[in-house]
C-alpha cells in the first residue's frame, strides 16, 4: 500500500500562484507514475496533470496547459503541482493520485492511491 498526503492549498487572490506538494509513503514502488485531479462543487472528479517517473514526461489537461507545472522529487517522494495565474473556475479540491503508468491516470480507471485532498479557493 503507498499512501498520499497533499499540502498546501487554502485561499489564493485571483493572478496570484501557489504549489501543492503530495508526500508519498509506503509501497510508493507501486506508484511510479503520479498525477492531480481536481473536483469543482457539483462537478465531476477531472484529470490535471501527470507525470512519470523520470520526469521525463509530463501530461496535462488542457484547461491548465501552459499555466500549471507538475513535477516531482524522488529522493523526498514528493510530487509538485506549480500553479500560476489562478483564475477563479481553478477553484477545486486537489488530489493527488499514483498509478502504474501515466496512460492509467489518463483513462477511466485514474488512480491506483488517492490522497485526501486538498481545497484550493480562488477569490477575485
Known amino acids: 500500500q503507498a499512501q498520499l498526503v497533499e499540502a498546501g492549498g487554502g485561499l489564493v487572490q485571483a493572478g496570484e500562484s501557489t504549489r501543492l506538494p503530495c508526500a508519498a509513503s509506503g509501497r510508493t514502488s507501486s506508484t511510479p507514475a503520479m498525477g492531480w485531479f481536481r473536483q469543482a462543487p457539483g462537478k465531476e472528479r477531472e484529470f490535471v496533470a501527470s507525470i512519470s517517473w523520470s520526469g521525463s514526461s509530463t501530461y496535462y489537461a488542457d484547461s491548465v496547459k501552459g499555466q500549471f507545472t507538475i513535477s516531482r522529487d524522488n529522493a523526498k517522494n514528493t510530487v509538485y503541482l506549480q500553479m500560476n495565474s489562478l483564475k477563479l473556475e481553478d477553484t477545486a479540491v486537489y488530489y493527488c493520485?499514483?498509478?502504474?503508468?501515466?496512460?492509467?491516470?489518463?483513462?477511466?480507471?485514474?488512480?491506483?492511491?488517492w490522497g485526501q485532498g486538498t481545497q484550493v479557493t480562488v477569490s477575485s
Open positions: 493520485a499514483g498509478a502504474g503508468t501515466t496512460a492509467q491516470l489518463m483513462g477511466v480507471r485514474g488512480g491506483d492511491y
